[in-house]
């Protein structure tokens, strides 16, 4: 067993211990007031009723899900006799309906897994706040340990934590090691920019006749809202004020327009990617890294593994930086627990539990980026990964959330700045026009509360 399992075993006994202890006292206390009233003869004590509780995640793969209800198993095995887990897996489009109908019934679900759409039952008053509990883990505000920077996005009122992250997801620039090579061209690293992307592609990029037959870049994961905003940040900017409810969008800014001018342009005045038409062709059946016919691709970590299995060598690098100025997007997995749940202790436990000691199980199954540095940067999930991916988790201390947390955050994402920015990508507008439209459009929508 390693040093770092043996810490986390040691942290999460001594919760147990206290939590054991705490229940102690309240034996002792109970027996003194029975010995108040009439007497009574000793009898044995009641074994303690095992508290059970659901906890739900979306399906994702047979692997995946497999490991899920392993995971209950183990939990289970680590609190015989005192908690109990189920874990329920639902197709995407029936998990937050669940989710919802469970509330309305007032039988909400034990612990379920977050998205976005958490955020809303956190302003209807629906969340448990979790920072007393997270307080008693003796690292879990250690920022060697635990991002902590990156976390506080999760404290929605400035103060506490509503939700337990247990992974982190981010992007990276995945390269096809094979073409580089073909070419004689150096791979890009830690110091490579956007600039540079420019230049490695025109070098990577081949033409037959009037046909490309291997581009040097695709615009990936840019072409989505959270992608895109990355080149936004590194320049100074943004699409607006602040993740947790926004007051204003600010798409039209400069640095906005010039992020959103340079994937444009790459596809459609330097032609170094394939335009949108294009690249939905080549990627239909593969997608289009995993076709091979295109040298680098922005996109999330979370390929990492689904990529495994192509028939080229790849790799990859941190995202490239903005002239000197690295940024990236980052989302967490974790659990919530709703205020009002039947079976708060043992749900709360399993979030905790998932952030604390089942990382070491985590970073051996290789399923998702553990949330605990230890783990992350462990052998044993650093061996199952891309030679680059240590430079992509050290650049995570840039990171910042891919998310927007609003009440009105879907509505603006579907009917505004999704299928303005779809445009862009079709070049049908200009980014200076696609950026005064959601402008108007979100902060429309914003006022009108």
């Not at 800014?253 to 790459?266: G, H, M, R």
């Amino acid at each position: 067993m390693s040093k770092q399992h043996d810490s986390v075993q040691q942290r999460v006994d001594r919760r147990s211990f206290l939590r054991l202890m705490a229940l102690g006292t309240a034996a002792v206390s109970t027996g003194v007031l029975a010995a108040c009233g009439a007497a009574t003869t000793d009898q044995p004590a009641a074994p303690a009723e095992v508290q059970k509780i659901k906890a739900m995640m979306w399906s994702n793969s047979p692997t995946l899900d497999e490991n899920f209800k392993k995971r209950a198993d183990l939990f289970n095995a680590k609190y015989k006799g005192q908690y109990e887990a189920t874990m329920e897996l639902l197709p995407w489009d029936q998990y937050w309906p669940k989710v919802d109908l469970a509330y309305a019934s007032n039988e909400p679900i034990d612990v379920y897994f977050w998205d976005v759409q958490a955020y809303g039952h956190y302003t209807q008053g629906k969340l448990k706040n979790l920072q007393a509990d997270l307080d008693k883990v003796g690292d879990f505000a250690n920022p060697d340990i635990y991002p902590q920077e990156q976390m506080a996005v999760w404290k929605f009122d400035g103060a506490n934590m509503y939700a337990v992250p247990e992974n982190i997801q981010s992007m990276a620039l995945f390269y096809n090691k094979k073409l580089f090579d073909e070419a004689g061209v150096a791979y890009p690293d830690e110091n490579t920019t956007w600039d540079d992307i420019k230049v490695i592609a025109e070098k990577l990029k081949k033409v037959e006749g009037e046909e490309v037959t291997q581009w040097g870049f695709d615009v990936g994961d840019l072409a989505v809202w959270w992608g895109s905003i990355s080149l936004a940040w590194a320049q100074g900017g943004g699409y607006f004020d602040k993740v947790v409810e926004p007051t204003t969008f600010t798409v039209s800014s400069p640095e906005a327009v010039s992020a959103l001018k340079w994937i444009q342009d790459i596809m459609y005045v330097e032609k170094l990617a394939p335009d949108s038409e294009t690249r939905s062709v080549v990627g239909q059946e593969t997608g289009i890294f995993g076709s091979g016919k295109v040298a680098m691709y922005p996109g999330g970590t979370w390929m990492i593994s689904s990529n495994a299995e192509l028939p080229f060598e790849w790799d990859i690098a941190p995202m490239p930086k903005w002239k000197d100025k690295r940024a990236m997007p980052y989302w967490f997995g974790g659990w919530v627990v709703p205020k009002d749940g039947k079976a708060s202790d043992a749900a709360t436990a399993w979030a905790i539990w998932c952030a604390t000691e089942y990382q070491a199980e985590m970073a051996a199954t290789g399923d998702w980026i553990p949330i605990r540095a230890d783990a992350r940067n462990s052998e044993a999930f650093l061996k199952g990964m891309p030679a680059g991916f240590k430079s992509v988790s050290d650049a995570i201390g840039s990171a910042r959330i891919g998310d927007v947390y609003s009440a009105k955050v879907q509505q603006i994402l579907g009917e505004v700045i999704s299928p303005t920015l779809d445009q862009v990508w079709n070049n049908k507008i200009t980014p200076e026009e696609a950026g005064k439209q959601i402008d108007e459009k979100a902060n429309k929508l914003l006022a009108e509360g």
